[in-house]
DNA sequence: TTATATAGTTAAGCACGCTTAAATAAAAAG
DNA sequence: CTTTTTATTTAAGCGTGCTTAACTATATAA
């Protein structure tokens, strides 16, 4: 019980530290490009996930489909996105970054976590591995976690 | 050196799992509340480094003086922030979070990181033990770096 | 004291994201 | 072969955040 507590206190203050770090980088960024936050989070997405039509830009950032049409066609005209016809369903777009596309979420990323690197300056190798173990083990039990949130 | 790769690789790829999750619950929070974006990030904080003035706020959010003003005008009408004359200096107002803000910020603390509590129910004893020493020392890494970049 | 710099507010106007409503086109159902 | 549902687009209009410009009030420098 203690365990659980502490352990999401340690969580949480980890978590704190590094939002307030990376959201600075991140909107920097964003704002150098000259790409507003929706945006730039569906190239992000995009990115992550792969191509995908208008319909599901709309249900994962939960608005109408005509904003999601709207905040894509601008993206295209930036040429950082490419809309073809789905050779499935005719009425439907394939929506894929294009190379600018890829290249500008590769630096925004690089942009946004410059600054983790210099953390390993101050570790020892020691923690470093430790930090390293941990945090593939953190990253896995997300994996698990949301596994088992799709059968429930 | 390849230690520092593997390194930068494994915190990055936690990151890129953990922003996913937490902005999630994050915007959504935000929209609940009737809040906008900036609107939240002002109360956040002001929560997180104490009271201060327009200008601070402007120069944080890289925003003029003006719009500054209207947003922290918005808040105070809804009743999240107090707006008082500074004593030391009858230009300048000392912003502080009223007590609605307080709640409001900590439940969208509680709501933005709830998720990482199931986090503990996938993983061993164990595993959070090495996990929160992993964390705990990140977390001073942070700290560390910080100060070393205040000097240079 | 007078001049200048600083802190904040207000108003006008622009860009953006979003919504609703209406329209087109293709797929699915009957 | 209709009828209905689905995928997307377009247009009109609203609220917001932001900027510039003009203004008030206080502090600081000459």
Redesign the pocket.
């Known amino acids: 019980m203690i365990k659980h507590t502490q352990f999401s206190k340690t969580l949480r203050a980890w978590m704190d530290t590094f939002m307030h770090r990376s959201m600075r980088g991140w909107s920097h960024f964003a704002k150098s490009t000259g790409l507003?936050m929706?945006?730039f989070s569906i190239l992000m997405q995009l990115h992550h996930k792969g191509p995908c039509?208008?319909?599901e830009i709309s249900e994962r950032?939960d608005?109408?489909?005509?904003?999601a049409?709207?905040?894509?066609?601008?993206l295209v005209q930036a040429g950082y996105l490419e809309?073809a016809e789905?050779p499935a369903?005719?009425?439907?777009?394939l929506l894929t970054l294009s190379a600018a596309g890829e290249v500008l979420i590769s630096q925004g990323t690089e942009e946004r976590y410059r600054w983790m690197d210099d953390l390993a300056l101050v570790l020892s190798v020691e923690e470093r591995e430790k930090v390293s173990e941990a945090l593939t083990l953190l990253t896995h039990a997300v994996e698990k976690m949301e596994a088992q949130n799709r059968k429930s």
Not at 63 to 67: K, W
Not at 69 to 74: A, G, I, T, W
Not at 89 to 93: E, F, I, M, P, T
């Open positions: 507003s929706p945006q039509g208008i319909s950032f608005v109408t489909a005509a904003a049409s709207q905040l894509v066609d601008k809309r789905d369903d005719r009425r439907a777009k």
